[in-house]
């Protein structure tokens, strides 16, 4: 994973160069590695001898080794399985013990600004979602048609985004263009949005002062995670004017008082360890990426809470088996939420805005949970029969 393969923390399992040669690797055939740094300066003819060198050459040898990094082979087929050791990732010259020690340094520090965000975001009444999936998947476009349709819908409720990509602000100039505020985070080499950068672009959006400018009438604490991980709170004083608890005064219907849609950079493995404070994570999947992605993929669709099956409209021109790709989601996570949807149709928009708008789960009438379940599974037959043409 990008914890410990360089991208999230410098690079941690690069192998360290040599002052005066080169860095290689040798495997024996017990699954041993090591790692030979090579000083050209003395001759060691039985190195060559031993592992196949077509020249001799020159070298000292400094050996890392790490059998516990060797990989699980299929006997029948030769196929290698690097994922199988207790970090589930092999890092060359890392142990798994140091892998693991690295991961929990890292994510345990990006996750105490998750914290802190997901506060944040419950102090302002802010509801929000980290949007994740393949390049290509369609997530801009369904996120525009999905602003313009909480327009309708929904025209008073406040609706902010987070676009991350390695470089260019080309999704959030579209978000803007839909007339939603957009904070644009280009992550340069790094595959994922982390906890610091979305606390950094929150603070940036108008969503956020918004919310202040209106909280700051009643008066309330809240906290505020800055770029460096630092925290300070307001306090803000209620006058006798508005003189009220403050749970009476955030008593409102059920549903978020604003929504932040945090669009991740594409890639259906990195994100899925990094908590950004979000509600919940909703895995979008393309008709046109093939059925088995859950599978191939399964910490991404473990982790997220509902599966978007996006361009739908295109099923009847493809052979893809819808009932299968759920099957394959709810293997790895039986409990994920399934949705059927097509930017370009509106097919099955409706079903996904109720989620959206949904609220807490308690905050659902036993009728307003019927009808958005019948909604998805109408929009989920609705796209098997249109597969079958």
Not at 118 to 146: I, M
Not at 204 to 233: F, I, M, N
Not at 243 to 253: Q, Y
Not at 273 to 278: A, I, K, S, V, Y
Request: hydrophobic share 40%.
């Amino acid at each position: 994973m990008c914890v410990v393969c360089g991208c999230a923390t410098g690079t941690p399992g690069a192998q360290p160069s040599s002052a005066a040669g080169h860095v290689h690797e040798h495997r024996h055939d017990n699954g041993e590695v090591h790692s030979h740094a090579h000083h050209h300066n003395h001759h060691h003819p039985e190195h060559d001898t031993r592992h196949g060198h077509a020249q001799s050459h020159d070298h000292s040898h400094e050996e890392v080794i790490r059998p516990d990094g060797a990989p699980q082979v299929d006997a029948a087929t030769g196929d290698l399985h690097y994922g199988a050791g207790s970090a589930r990732v092999s890092v060359p010259g890392m142990s798994q013990a140091r892998a693991i020690k690295i991961e929990m340094d890292v994510l345990g520090a990006n996750n105490r600004i998750a914290a802190q965000n997901r506060a944040h975001f419950a102090s302002h009444d802010v509801v929000a979602y980290n949007l994740v999936s393949s390049p290509g998947s369609g997530k801009t476009t369904l996120l525009c048609a999905t602003i313009e349709a909480l327009k309708a819908r929904a025209p008073a409720l406040p609706v902010a985004v987070i676009e991350g990509d390695q470089q260019t602000s080309n999704d959030a100039d579209r978000i803007r263009a839909t007339g939603a505020p957009a904070i644009q985070v280009n992550t340069g080499k790094g595959c994922h949005l982390d906890a610091p950068m979305v606390a950094d672009a929150f603070g940036r959006l108008s969503l956020h002062g918004h919310v202040h400018a209106a909280e700051q009438a009643h008066g309330h604490a809240h906290p505020h995670t800055h770029a460096d991980g630092s925290v300070h709170v307001h306090e803000h004083a209620h006058t006798d004017e508005h003189a009220h608890s403050h749970a009476a005064d955030h008593d409102h219907a059920p549903g978020p008082g604003a929504l932040l849609f945090i669009e991740n950079v594409g890639n259906l493995v990195c994100p899925a360890m990094w908590d950004l404070g979000e509600r919940a994570k909703v895995a979008i999947l393309s008709v046109t990426e093939g059925e088995d992605k859950p599978i191939k993929y399964p910490d991404m669709f473990a982790a997220a809470q509902l599966m978007l099956l996006n361009k739908v409209d295109l099923l009847p021109h493809l052979d893809f088996d819808v009932a299968k790709c759920i099957d394959y989601a709810r293997r790895v996570n039986p409990s994920i939420e399934v949705l059927l949807v097509s930017a370009k149709s509106g097919q099955g928009m409706d079903a996904w805005l109720d989620w959206l708008l949904q609220g807490d789960a308690p905050a659902l009438s036993p009728e307003a949970a019927e009808l958005a379940r019948l909604r998805a599974r109408v929009a989920e037959l609705e796209a098997q029969l249109a597969a079958k043409g």
